[in-house]
């Protein structure tokens, strides 16, 4: 099947009661039981529900995979991971990822003796330094958030099996439009679904996605026995959402480039960071991996002050000033305050996220608005 019929398609059958074409919203707590164990295969709805049920088998067929889990956000996607680990097991992530993601590795899971070495993944090579008898898990993200660094998937794949350590990719930023970690040899990948999957700004919502069946049991064992698992309709969204991912990445995509070429030709803006420029420093790895370039952006402007940032980030009428990505409105954010204020100052720098850099999350209005509402912040 092609990646359109599979994203309308993916995992809904018409309600076996009714005929209805889209999956119902079963909002239920509990199943009645013909006798004790006699049932339908739905006991209770923190293990399992109908709706969800659907979303779970969707999510596996777009990212290529055999299992999905749906979780009640992101972060909580990213938690099941970690809990599959024992004190004393170490991490390898990227130094360069998602704030939220760096704080609850160091803030939460090093209390419980979880060891989490942050490395540059721009060369996959640089994380056997860090690989030890004790190391079980490499983490990254591709593209990066904020400054859209790239991972060579393919390569860390082949360090990963090499020493029998389970190797999870964030693909947020791409969405599985653009990329499938899986299918580049990665065990798991991971999605904040309130993002590109969702794509309406409307629900909060995480996933993992896998092939292995023993992996699957571990994770679904850690999934209904912490409980974050998410509401049925909101499940129902995300249904709803994918079936028209592919159309919306296409036009994220197209607005994405436009805006990209438009600010780095403007003699205010400093650098822009965006992966489908051909100078980019791991273009060519984003070329070989990814369909397309997304709509997600940084920049900085060549006034590198604090203050002129915070202008133009309070300037904008069609971007909307706030946390988040992926919906099909646009919206402008400042990292450093914002979705990354949680990373200390000083490894923020570290890794070139500045206190001036402004990152976009390109939507799918009409381009031309989006370029001159751009033109009137920066001035
Ligand atoms: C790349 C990335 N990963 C994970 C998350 C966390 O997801 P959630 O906010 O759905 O918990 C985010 C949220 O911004 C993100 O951008």
């Known amino acids: 099947m092609k ?32 006798a004790p164990a006699q049932h339908k295969g739905y006991e209770y709805a923190r293990s399992q529900n109908p709706t969800r049920t659907a979303l779970e088998a969707a999510l596996a067929a777009i990212e290529n995979g055999r299992y999905g889990l749906a979780f009640s956000s992101g972060v909580a996607a990213t938690d099941a991971v970690i ?13 360069d990822m ?19 070495h942050y490395v540059n993944m721009q060369n996959a090579e640089n994380v056997r330094p860090y690989i030890n008898s004790n190391t079980k898990l490499v983490w990254t993200e591709t593209p990066t958030n904020p400054l859209m660094n790239i991972t060579d998937i393919a390569a860390l794949a082949a360090i990963t099996r090499q020493h029998k350590l389970l190797l999870c990719v964030d693909n947020t930023f791409a969405s599985p439009y653009l990329q499938n970690p899986l299918d580049l040899g990665a065990d798991i990948v991971m999605h904040s679904v309130t993002k590109y999957l969702g794509g309406h700004s409307d629900v909060i919502q995480g996933c993992l996605v896998m092939n292995d069946k023993d992996l699957r049991e571990q994770l679904y064992f850690i999934q209904k026995s912490c409980g974050a698992v998410p509401g049925p309709m909101d499940c129902f969204l995300v249904l709803r959402g994918i079936k028209t991912l592919h159309v919306r990445m296409q036009r ?6 436009k805006v990209a070429e438009w600010l780095r030709k403007h003699p205010k803006v400093g650098k822009v960071y965006w992966c489908g420029f051909e100078d980019h420093p791991n273009h060519d790895i984003a070329k070989k991996q990814m369909r397309d370039f997304g709509g997600m952006m940084s920049f900085t402007l060549k006034d590198d002050s604090v203050e002129e940032a915070k202008r133009v980030l309070s300037a904008t009428r069609v971007f909307a000033l706030a946390e988040s990505l992926g919906g099909v409105e646009s919206l402008i954010n400042h990292p450093a305050s914002m979705t990354h204020a949680s990373i200390p100052r000083e490894e923020r720098i570290k890794n070139g996220l500045t206190d001036s850099l402004i990152r976009l999350s390109v939507g799918i209005e009409d381009v031309e ?11």
């Open 98 to 116: 998602y704030g939220g993601t760096y704080r609850l590795f160091s803030k939460v899971f090093e209390k419980f003796g979880i060891r989490f």
């Open 83 to 95: 809990k599959l680990l024992q004190p004393g097991d170490e991490v390898i992530a990227a130094s």
């Open 252 to 257: 994220h995509c197209e607005n994405g480039r």
């Open 369 to 379: 608005d989006l370029i001159e509402d751009l033109k009137q912040a920066i001035g």
């Open 3 to 34: 990646i359109g019929t599979k994203f309308i398609h993916a995992g809904v059958e018409p309600d076996p009661t009714t005929g209805a074409i889209m999956t119902p919203i079963y909002q239920t707590s509990t199943y009645v039981q013909e």
